[in-house]
């Protein structure tokens, strides 16, 4: 398999401002893209996810985009609130090899 | 049901111990993964069943040994570990082994190697 790479690595903002995180990845059999949410001590929960053939989806305040071409996808979250303070992976899937970036560590402060 | 659970939640051996984590999903599952977690870094995959079968071993060390015994149950047999494998070991499962298939994590087994 080959790497994801995630930036930042660390995103502190204030309650109710945007957070956006984003992803590129190098193996162009990839086309799942899923997000991961992990407060410390718990186990990773997946909060949304893209497949190749979508250029974006949203869920309330949680939206993802792929672009292809460019291997790249991006995490947003808008309205942000203290319960969204947790670590953030990003994550690409090829047929079974499942490759996670190394995760952005989400501050929301009130 | 749409759990994965793990058990032990924590565990504690010494090099020369014999353990055995365990995972279980009742969602009609059919592909089932372990991963290892070290703090504050990514999960890293390290085997895949697919259909009860062994289809991807990251290179893992022998010490670490997958077993399926049933679609519903995934063990990791663990003998003679060093202390740097000690961290989170997840499992997850997905309804299929197919490359867009949602995997589920169950809350993962605290293990530390004394």
């Known amino acids: 398999g080959e790497n994801v790479e995630q930036h930042p690595s660390t995103l502190s903002v204030q309650e109710g401002d945007s957070a956006v995180i984003k992803c590129t990845y190098s193996?162009?059999?990839?086309?799942?893209f899923p997000w991961y949410k992990q407060e410390l001590g718990k186990r990773p929960q997946l909060i949304i996810d893209?497949?190749?053939?979508?250029g974006e989806k949203k869920d309330q305040r949680i939206a993802v985009t792929l672009n292809k071409t460019a291997k790249h996808f991006s995490l947003h979250i808008t309205e942000t609130q203290p319960e969204d303070s947790a670590v953030y992976f990003c994550?690409?899937?090829?047929?079974?090899?499942?490759?996670f970036g190394a995760g952005t560590r989400l501050t929301v402060k009130p | 049901d749409t759990e994965v659970t793990q058990t032990p939640k924590h565990l504690v051996m010494g090099m020369t111990n014999k353990k055995s984590l365990k995972c279980e999903q009742h969602?009609?599952?059919?592909?089932m993964y372990w991963y290892k977690q070290k703090a504050k870094k990514p999960p890293e995959l390290m085997f895949v069943?697919?259909?009860?079968?062994?289809?991807i071993n990251e290179s893992v060390p022998s010490r670490f040994s997958p077993e399926c015994p049933n679609s519903s149950l995934l063990n990791l047999h663990l003998h003679a570990l060093q202390p740097e494998d000690s961290a989170l070991y997840l499992c997850?499962?997905?309804?299929?082994?197919?490359?867009?298939?949602?995997?589920?994590f169950g809350p993962g087994t605290r293990l530390l190697v004394l």
């Open positions: 997850a499962s997905s309804q299929d082994p197919g490359p867009g298939e949602t995997q589920y």
């Open positions: 193996d162009s059999a990839s086309n799942y």
């Open positions: 994550a690409a899937r090829s047929w079974d090899d499942m490759r």
């Open positions: 893209i497949r190749s053939n979508v």
């Open positions: 069943y697919s259909y009860e079968k062994l289809s």
């Open positions: 969602m009609g599952h059919r592909a």
